[in-house]
């Protein structure tokens, strides 16, 4: 486990699987099937927009980091209003087995409760304890695994905060985020080139926080990534 987890690459596989996240030493497939498929419907609604976030009961997300996302999701999207809100805890079972896919919906189905009003959005953030399959990369950080959906590894941030150059959950929200908005490639047509061509659904430019290999340097999208999102209706 401890030499795949410095292996120095990340894979996202854009067509088969749902999104996944980590810093450079890491596999990064890191969206799936449906992650991108509602990009354009999220970004050029104009109601509310609510961030349901579930955690496991002993690591409540971070303040900063969920007031980065809200800033980034209002910088790029028309809602009227986006609202973060602090939903259930999750038991710490000490979850052996990583989480699949299948686990992660089951869990969803299971625990995704803010009900949803006519005209609004919801996307639903769950922090999991333990580490997720392989399949879904090498030490994944994140993972966008369905249109509205996102799974956050946070016990794997600790180990993996000086590969990220810093506390990783600020950017691995906004990467995954990032992903459920169409980028790259997923659901927002590139207007310029940009995508990384050993990882597909990541971006190519230098200081862009849809890079494979993101880290918490740059937590913003950068000049491509916002075209691409301009060009489905978004900001
Ligand atoms: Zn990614
Ligand atoms: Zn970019």
């Excluded at 987890?5 to 996944?20: G, I, K």
């Excluded at 959950?169 to 908005?181: A, D, I, M, Y």
């Amino acid at each position: 486990m401890h030499r795949i987890r410095l292996l120095l690459t990340f894979a996202c596989v854009a067509a088969a699987l749902a999104a996944s996240c980590g810093p450079a030493s890491r596999d990064h497939h890191d969206h799936g099937p449906i992650a991108g498929g509602s990009a354009q419907g999220l970004v050029t609604n104009t109601g509310r927009l609510l961030v349901e976030v579930d955690h496991v009961a002993d690591r409540t997300p971070s303040a900063g980091a969920l007031a980065l996302l809200r800033q980034r999701l209002l910088d790029r999207g028309n809602w009227s209003a986006v609202d973060v809100v602090l939903d259930g805890k999750l038991p710490r079972l000490d979850r052996a087995e990583p989480w699949r896919l299948s686990d992660l919906l089951a869990l969803e189905a299971r625990h995704r409760s803010v009900a949803v009003g006519e005209g609004e959005q919801a996307i639903y953030v769950v922090y999991v304890e333990g580490q997720g399959e392989p399949e879904l990369g090498h030490w994944p950080l994140g993972w966008a695994y369905g249109p509205n959906s996102i799974a956050v590894f946070v016990d794997q941030f600790e180990e993996a905060a000086a590969l990220s150059h810093g506390d990783p959950e600020p950017w691995v929200l906004v990467h995954e985020t990032g992903h459920l908005l169409g980028l790259v490639g997923l659901g927002a047509p590139q207007q310029t080139f940009h995508e990384d061509l050993t990882r597909m659904g990541h971006c190519a430019e230098a200081a862009c926080v849809m890079r494979r290999a993101a880290d918490a340097r740059h937590t913003d999208f950068g000049p491509r990534c916002r075209e691409d999102l301009r060009a489905i209706g978004g900001r």
